[in-house]
Nanobody, 134 residues
Framework: QVQLVESGGGSVQSGGSQRLSCAASGYTVSSYCMGWFRQAPGKDREGVGTIDSDGTTTYADSVMGRFTISRDNAKNSLYLQMNQLKPEDTAMYYC????????????????????????????WGQGTQVTVSS
């Protein structure tokens, strides 16, 4: 049974940094596509970025240059390093995973940023809240 457990959320001031973690069990993070999503109150869930099994990362335009996705294979964990945080980054952040090595449901360009289809992700964590105050 696949379990994804996020941690690291909390409150931070605008311009600050925070790192989210996603610990996986029943699933090998290095073998498949994984991603981060977020959902603010009253808004649709939106993709933040992904990492393929080969380590290739993609990011949404709204976070490009500020957020970085990485993983630690030994700890079987996924991370989201968030820098230069803005109040509009306030949301519940979710770790998600696919059964494929290369991420499906991703469209866009490296220059302009990517969009993500949540329906292509089969496994989800419970989420961790990030609140950025101005």
């Amino acid at each position: 049974q696949v379990q994804l457990v996020e941690s690291g959320g909390g409150s931070v001031q605008s311009g600050g940094s925070q790192r989210l973690s996603c610990a996986a069990s029943g699933y090998t993070v290095s073998s498949y596509c994984m991603g981060w999503f977020r959902q603010a109150p009253g808004k649709d869930r939106e993709g933040v970025g992904t990492i393929d099994s080969d380590g290739t990362t993609t990011y949404a335009d709204s976070v490009m240059g500020r957020f970085t996705i990485s993983r630690d294979n030994a700890k079987n964990s996924l991370y989201l390093q968030m820098n230069q945080l803005k109040p509009e980054d306030t949301a519940m952040y979710y770790c998600a995973a696919q059964d494929a090595q290369l991420c499906g449901g991703v469209s866009g360009t490296r220059e302009g940023g990517y969009d993500y289809n949540p329906a292509d992700f089969h496994y989800w964590g419970q989420g961790t809240q990030v609140t950025v105050s101005s």
